[in-house]
């Protein structure tokens, strides 16, 4: 099993839809967790980071983190063309030991949305 | 530089060559990381440099994988006698501080044939 399980897609939904996006994790030390958004033959770029468990908002983008359960989700609200795209979720630990500083990241699940 | 810029965008190789992969980080910027992304999956990370050394290395696959940092600034990551599986795409991204504020760039396209 690897540490991060994140579901590939494809993913395809109508222009204006909800887009919910989830990760699941099984190392309970992660404490950062972040989404980022990849173009096509573009690096990743982050989008949001959560610290421990709780909502943030930003805009049409809400992330979630469920730390009891180990799951993070991110909501896309009025889902527009331009965000189709390969969302990822990475995640890192919180201590300054080794390894701290990786990101773990998520296989990604690309998306499209429809005009 | 306004962003990361890695180069050269692609690459391809015979297998057993050497290869060097080059990342110009935002100037100013003390953290650089080099991860890989092979085809369908999510970045891999191999090494970050804090300033000039290398911080943490435990990422790259095996003894043909180096990388460098000799000024604080631009890195190289170099790999010997290549084979096929090293096919991927090497990204590199670069903070402020350590761990936070990643930058990534573009990537290079590795093939090895």
């Known amino acids: 099993q690897k540490e991060v399980e994140q579901d590939p897609g494809p993913l395809s939904v109508p222009e204006g839809a909800i887009v919910s996006l989830n990760c699941t994790y099984s190392n309970s030390a992660f404490q950062y967790f972040m989404w980022y958004r990849q173009y096509s033959r573009k690096g990743p770029e982050l989008l949001m980071y959560?610290?421990?468990?709780g909502n943030k908002e930003d805009g049409r983008f809400t992330a979630q983190v469920d730390k009891s359960s180990k799951y993070i989700s991110l909501f896309i609200r009025d889902s527009q063309p331009s965000d189709s795209a390969t969302y990822l979720c990475?995640?890192?630990?919180?201590?300054?030991?080794?390894?701290?500083?990786?990101?773990?990241f998520g296989k990604g699940t690309k998306l499209s949305v429809i005009p | 530089g306004a962003g990361v810029s890695q180069t050269p965008s692609n690459k391809v190789t015979e297998k057993g060559k050497y290869v060097e992969l080059r990342c110009d980080p935002i100037?100013?910027?003390?953290?650089l990381y080099w991860y890989r992304q092979s085809l369908g999956q999510g970045p891999e990370f191999l090494i970050y440099f804090q300033g000039t050394g290398a911080a943490d290395d435990s990422g790259l696959p095996n003894d043909r994988f180096f990388a460098v940092r000799p000024e604080g600034s631009v890195s190289t990551l170099k790999i010997q006698r290549t084979e096929r599986g090293d096919s991927a795409v090497y990204l590199c991204a670069s903070s402020p501080h350590l761990g936070w504020g990643y930058t990534f760039g573009s990537g290079t396209r590795l093939t090895v044939v």
């Open positions: 100037s100013g910027h003390t953290a």
């Open positions: 990475a995640m890192r630990l919180t201590y300054s030991g080794a390894g701290s500083y990786q990101l773990t």
């Open positions: 959560t610290y421990s468990s």
